[in-house]
């Protein structure tokens, strides 16, 4: 372990001795036949105090789960309910993943090391406990491309291939099999409490919310009991609204807000079949299980308020119904101010104007209409450059008239550190992107070939893009978003 490895175990202390319930229960990992390391995030390792593992003894941790020094002794799979496409369940739960470790990153947060693809547990049900080799890969690709964009997300942290034969409806069959180690800012999902209310366990409630409020929103002082979960919520209400801008700014569709798949943290977690939009379309949908849309692209803020009116539910068992309403009912200014800072940031502009909403709303009609690509929009448009937007393969989406007045718009807000233009990843014709063909093409030459080159290359691009645009989207201020 580096100097900087501040263990953290947390979240076993939420009962005394004996069992889990009703948080957790002490899992065993599956015993794999054979262990390739295929991705390290050395970057987070870094932040976190573990760079320093040999490849050998970051397999033992990641691939074999021995426990890290002074953590976790015994991995945990967390309990939890969901609403899934709106319809109740109350048998999902940890099913393929545990939590593994908790530590202290270089700015104090408590963060969480989680798996999929562990193993089963007492929540499988049906299923296998395992990752596919293309869900860990997609996994990393969508996290690491989240991040550059300045989307508050999980990291991958480690996949490793595990050399079994899968069965899966969604991919040719037999499938590689992986075990993914993400890092992220808890595992506390909405879905716990949605648990623990259904039990009716109104002092587990407590527990947890105060959990959450300790380890996550410590700036929250009210010290009246029922005061204080509406604090909680109402900052989560925050989060999250501003998460959902994130994922509308970056062009992302998460594809399934369940709530099991919503954070306590509003950080962004769990990719399965997301995929990012080629166009500003409303309803371009990510899951081919998603048949009527509910969580496409243009619908993501009404998902995720949703999922934050079946958490108020939960938390309306220890604290006011009315207050937490009350509490709600804000998301939707919440989300016009998160979409006007958002959106601003990926355009390089200065926020702070009355009319930056407007602006926002004008831009994204504009590329609705057009179909101009998403992407290049903002790679074009990047710190308000009509000379780099004249040179663009998308210029003529430019010299129509009904962009006229969105570019006025656009040049008449203040530019926010220009000098990046500067940077190599300003250099390109055109934006690095992760569309599904591309997605696809680096998947194919694993698979075909083995041929890890084509998803290092894309690495390379996101963290040149990611030090382009420098949005530090895991820079955690416990200060309140607006
Ligand atoms: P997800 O759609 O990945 O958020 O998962 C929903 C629920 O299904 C969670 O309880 C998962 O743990 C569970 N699950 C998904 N895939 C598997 C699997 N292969 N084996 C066991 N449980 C799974
Ligand atoms: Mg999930």
Same mark, same amino acid.
């Given at each position: ?5 501040? +263990? ?20 065993? &990992? ?19 105090? #573990? ?8 397999? /033992? =941790? ?27 369940? +109350? ?43 293309? @869900? ?35 991919? &040719? ?44 929103? &410590?700036?929250?002082? /009210? ?27 970056? @062009? ?64 309306? =068992? ?32 200065? +926020?702070?104007?009355? /009319? /930056? ?5 004008? #831009? ?20 308000? $450059? ?17 962009? %006229? &007045? ?14 990046? #233009? ?22 194919? %030459? ?27 989207? $895991? ?5 309140? #978003?607006?």
């Amino acid at each position: 372990m580096d100097e900087n490895y501040q +263990p953290a175990p947390a979240f076993d202390r939420l009962v005394q001795d004996g069992d889990g319930a009703p948080f957790f229960d002490r899992v065993s &990992p599956a015993n794999f036949p054979e262990h390739k390391l295929r991705y390290r995030n050395r970057r987070w390792a870094g932040r976190v105090g #573990l760079a320093g593992l040999s490849d050998e003894a970051w397999t /033992d =941790h990641f691939g074999r789960f021995h426990a890290l020094p002074d953590n976790l002794q015994a991995p945990l799979a967390i309990r939890y309910h969901g609403h899934q496409f709106r319809a109740y369940n +109350p048998e999902i739960g940890d099913g393929r993943g545990f939590l593994f470790a908790q530590l202290r990153d270089d700015q104090g947060r408590l963060l969480d090391l989680g798996t999929k693809g562990s193993g089963q547990t007492p929540y499988s049900r049906f299923g296998d406990g395992r990752l596919t080799l293309k @869900g860990g890969v997609r996994e990393i690709l969508a996290t690491e491309m989240l991040e550059a964009l300045g989307v508050y997300t999980s990291k991958s942290f480690s996949l490793i291939e595990t050399g079994e034969a899968l069965q899966r409806n969604d991919e &040719p069959s037999p499938a590689r099999s992986a075990v993914l180690v993400r890092l992220s800012h808890s595992h506390v999902r909405f879905g716990a409490f949605q648990r623990l209310a259904y039990e009716k366990d109104a002092a587990a409630i407590k527990r947890l919310a105060e959990y959450c409020i300790e380890n996550f929103y &410590p700036e929250i002082s /009210d010290e009246n009991n029922e005061d204080r979960v509406v604090a909680l919520f109402r900052a989560v209400v925050v989060r999250t609204a501003m998460l959902a801008a994130q994922w509308m700014a970056a @062009g992302f569709v998460h594809g399934v807000l369940n709530t099991d798949n919503m954070n306590m943290t509003g950080e962004s977690f769990d990719y399965g079949p997301w995929r990012f939009a080629p166009i500003a379309d409303p309803e371009f949908t990510a899951a081919y299980f998603d048949q009527t849309g509910l969580y496409a692209f243009g619908r993501q803020a009404e998902a995720t308020a949703w999922n934050l009116a079946q958490l108020g539910g939960a938390l309306a =068992h220890i604290a006011d119904a009315d207050a937490l309403t009350d509490a709600l009912r804000c998301f939707g200014d919440d989300y016009e101010r998160a979409m006007a800072a958002q959106y601003f940031k990926r355009l390089g502009l200065k +926020p702070g104007g009355a /009319d /930056d909403y407007a602006t926002v709303k004008a #831009l994204l009609g504009w590329m609705t209409a057009s179909g101009a690509p998403y992407e290049q929009v903002f790679y074009d448009w990047f710190c308000g $450059s009509q000379s780099r937007a004249n040179e663009s393969p998308a210029r003529d989406f430019y010299a129509t008239p009904d962009f %006229a &007045p969105v570019r006025e718009k656009l040049l008449a807000a203040e530019v926010d550190d220009p000098e990046r #233009l500067e940077r190599a990843y300003f250099q390109r014709a055109q934006p690095c992107t992760m569309l599904i063909d591309e997605v696809e093409a680096i998947w194919s %030459a694993i698979a075909d070939r083995d041929d890890w080159s084509v998803f290092e290359e894309k690495l390379g691009a996101i963290a040149e893009m990611r030090e382009a645009y420098e949005f530090k989207a $895991s820079e955690y201020s416990a200060e309140p #978003l607006f």
